[in-house]
């Protein structure tokens, strides 16, 4: 099976830096995702890591440890409207299917 | 601007009812997703498809739950009969092969 763990919410500044934890035990690995939910939206795809390193997007970045199963979001200059919850999710061994962490809640403020 | 397109957004029944909800994939997109959102349990795979055959419902009580795909542009989601605790945001999500998945805007589902 899956387990996926990351923190439930997080607060900080505008203009700061934010980094989200993902930790994973996973029967197979092919893929960690990131998506991003505002309230009462639908997720939006932000990242995605299949290999070991970081992948940088802008604002975002998101980097993978597979031999430590631990990924991480890293939100930098944040913006108000970067609050929202974010979604850590690991594709398995087989198909195209993925299971979600709960989510972590980022409320920026002034 | 392809999107995932659900209807309706919004249902609200009586427990015993049934309901449908319906997806349009983004064109092109041969895998289809079934996803239930609670506050309690989260975002959780209910059931998928890829190239309209079923690949996994575990995820789904399958007594009163049943999904299909009669054509490549939409797949349904029924519920038969609804209890309060189906009150959920169903989402659809349609990807290409293991690329990423996009998501409907949902289905606000409450049963009374």
């Known amino acids: 099976g899956q387990n996926i763990d990351q923190p439930t919410e997080m607060t900080a500044t505008e203009g700061a830096i934010v980094q989200i934890n993902c930790t994973y035990q996973t029967s197979g690995f092919n893929g960690l995702f990131w998506y991003q939910q505002h309230a009462g939206e639908a997720p939006t795809f932000l990242s995605y890591?299949?290999?070991?390193g970081l992948e940088e997007k802008g604002r975002f970045s998101s980097f993978l440890s597979r031999s430590k199963g631990y990924s991480y979001l890293l939100l930098k200059e944040l913006q108000m409207k970067d609050s929202a919850s974010y979604l850590c999710a690991v594709r398995g061994a087989a198909g195209n299917k993925l299971t979600f962490g709960g989510g972590t809640r980022v409320l920026v403020k002034p | 601007d392809a999107r995932v397109t659900q209807t309706p957004r919004d249902k609200v029944t009586e427990m015993g009812q049934e309901v449908t909800m319906r997806c349009q994939p983004i064109?092109?997109?041969?895998?289809v997703f079934w996803y239930r959102q609670t506050m309690m349990q989260g975002l959780e795979l209910l059931a998928y498809f890829r190239n309209r055959a079923p690949l996994d419902d575990s995820g789904m009580p399958k007594d009163r739950f049943s999904a299909e795909m009669p054509d490549a542009t939409l797949a349904t989601l029924k519920i038969q009969p609804s209890e309060p605790r189906d009150s959920a945001v169903y989402f659809c999500?349609?990807?290409?092969?293991?690329?990423?998945?996009?998501f409907g805007p949902g289905t606000r589902l409450t049963v009374l």
């Open positions: 999500a349609s990807g290409q092969y293991d690329n990423e998945q996009f």
């Open positions: 890591n299949v290999l070991d």
């Open positions: 064109l092109g997109h041969n895998t």
